[in-house]
């Protein structure tokens, strides 16, 4: 498609329960970007793929969010057990390799997640 | 996590008032660059600075990229209602795959 596309657009999960959050990137976008950003905050960097393979996951806040994509297009953050804390918007975003001085980062709409 | 210092948090301004509004941080950025988000949108790219010094246009907008490397500003001239938003700087340390660290943001507001 044309832009970066993000299922589903609102997500309510009650605490404990797994989530599953989708990001469709730009065709041909080879990098693809997570990020957290809570209510009133600037986004927070989450983990980044180059291809299928995860070059970055320091910025995933525990060991119940999982990231993946396994055929280096459509990427799927998991966030088990949720809890409040969880609750905020989540921004994929891919990118065309750098071609001199174009930077090519596109954003998604996002998934807005409420823990209940 | 780390993020930048944006100021100021938010503005109220009349219709045709210029903006301007700065970020710093304490560690140096290769690459600045300033966003426009819209309630319920994803950030969208307004301008891109690559290089210590930079002043750089997009209509309206100027942004320049501070000389020591860990500050920017963006200016807005003549605001028109739909510059009503949120922006954000971030700031990039290398290129290929680096992570985009982001500032709190300003909240804009244009009264026509």
């Known amino acids: 498609g044309a832009g970066v596309s993000q299922s589903p657009r609102y997500k309510v999960a009650k605490r404990g329960q797994d989530v599953a959050l989708r990001c469709d990137p730009i065709?041909?976008?080879?990098?693809l970007f997570w990020y957290q950003q809570a209510l009133g905050q600037g986004p927070e960097f989450l983990t980044y793929?180059?291809?299928?393979?995860?070059?970055?996951k320091s910025g995933l806040p525990s060991d119940r969010f999982f990231a993946e994509r396994p055929e280096g297009s459509v990427s799927t953050l998991k966030i088990q057990r949720t809890q409040q804390e969880d609750s905020a918007v989540y921004l994929c975003?891919?990118?065309?390799?750098?071609?001199?001085?174009?930077?090519?980062?596109?954003f998604g709409s996002g998934t807005r997640l409420t823990v209940v | 996590g780390q993020q930048l210092n944006q100021s100021p948090q938010s503005m109220f301004i009349q219709e045709g008032e210029d903006v301007s509004m700065n970020c710093t941080s304490s560690?140096?950025?290769?690459?600045w660059l300033w966003y426009k988000q819209d309630p319920g949108e994803g950030p969208v790219l307004l301008i891109a600075?690559?290089?210590?010094?930079e002043l750089t246009s997009n209509g309206r907008l100027t942004a320049q990229f501070g000389i020591t490397r860990k500050d920017s500003f963006l200016n807005i001239s003549a605001s028109i209602p739909s510059d009503v938003g949120i922006y954000f700087c971030?700031?990039?340390?290398?290129?290929?795959?680096?992570?985009?660290?982001f500032g709190e943001g300003t909240q804009l507001t244009v009264n026509p």
């Open positions: 971030a700031g990039q340390l290398g290129t290929s795959g680096s992570r985009l660290t």
């Open positions: 975003a891919s990118r065309r390799e750098p071609v001199g001085r174009k930077y090519g980062y596109t």
């Open positions: 065709s041909g976008h080879v990098s």
């Open positions: 560690s140096i950025f290769n690459t």
């Open positions: 793929f180059q291809n299928e393979a995860q070059l970055d």
């Open positions: 600075l690559y290089k210590a010094g």
